[in-house]
T-cell receptor, first 116, second 114 residues
Framework: AQSVTQLGSHVSVSEGALVLLRCNYS??????LFWYVQYPNQGLQLLLK??????LVKGINGFEAEFKKSETSFHLTKPSAHMSDAAEYFC??????????????FGQGTILTVHP | KAGVTQTPRYLIKTRGQQVTLSCSPI?????VSWYQQTPGQGLQFLFE???????NKGNFPGRFSGRQFSNSRSEMNVSTLELGDSALYLC?????????????FGPGTRLTVL
């Protein structure tokens, strides 16, 4: 079975600083990896995803993530944080198996706080 | 194109009651997945429906059930509510429900069980 671990339940950065949110996955087959963001009282919004091909994936709002198979990681970064980036971020995995229809396995989430 | 809609947005029920939540997917999407989000357990997969058939199910008791209609709208039912069922219930739609496909989430229904 696949699993996701997000290191750090809370991350705090200053406005303009680098954002780094860590995600490690476990999967016995090649994974598909996702980052979602959730603002208060809202659903989840897809930031970016990795399926195949280029390992550096660019998403919305200036975020990007790099798939590193050797490290089983898919860390999310943004060069310069903005106040509007404050939210909870979830890393998720799915795999191409017959029993995986419609199923994402999520990490526990990381709350990002951005200080002025 | 309209997004995923969920009704109602908020519900308050008492223990032992039952509840039905509704989800309308994005037009053209045939797969609907349901998730439960709680502070303690995080986001957990409940089940997925495609063309009116349940194709996948998470580790939840039989009190949690669902169905999908021919227009892809889906409902989720929880019977004999328990305090621990208090959660945000999210539905997500996708074209085919395949791994690697993008899931689009609704705003959720917040259920409070007293």
């Amino acid at each position: 079975a696949q699993s996701v671990t997000q290191l750090g339940s809370h991350v705090s950065v200053s406005e303009g600083a680098l954002v780094l949110l860590r995600c490690n996955y476990s999967s016995s087959v090649p994974p598909y990896l996702f980052w979602y963001v959730q603002y208060p009282n809202q659903g989840l919004q897809l930031l970016l995803k990795y399926t195949t091909g280029a390992t550096l994936v660019k998403g919305i709002n200036g975020f990007e993530a790099e798939f590193k198979k050797s490290e089983t990681s898919f860390h999310l970064t943004k060069p310069s944080a903005h106040m509007s980036d404050a939210a909870e971020y979830f890393c998720a995995v799915s795999v191409a198996r017959g029993t995986s229809y419609g199923k994402l396995t999520f990490g526990q989430g990381t709350i990002l706080t951005v200080h002025p | 194109k309209a997004g995923v809609t969920q009704t109602p947005r908020y519900l308050i029920k008492t223990r032992g009651q039952q509840v039905t939540l509704s989800c309308s997917p994005i037009s053209g999407h045939r797969s609907v997945s349901w998730y439960q989000q709680t502070p303690g357990q995080g986001l957990q997969f409940l089940f997925e429906y495609f063309s009116e058939t349940q194709r996948n199910k998470g580790n939840f008791p039989g009190r949690f059930s669902g169905r999908q209609f021919s227009n892809s709208r889906s409902e989720m039912n929880v019977s004999t509510l328990e305090l621990g069922d208090s959660a945000l219930y999210l539905c997500a739609s996708s074209l085919e429900g395949l791994a690697g496909g993008e899931q689009y989430f609704g705003p959720g229904t917040r259920l409070t069980v007293l």
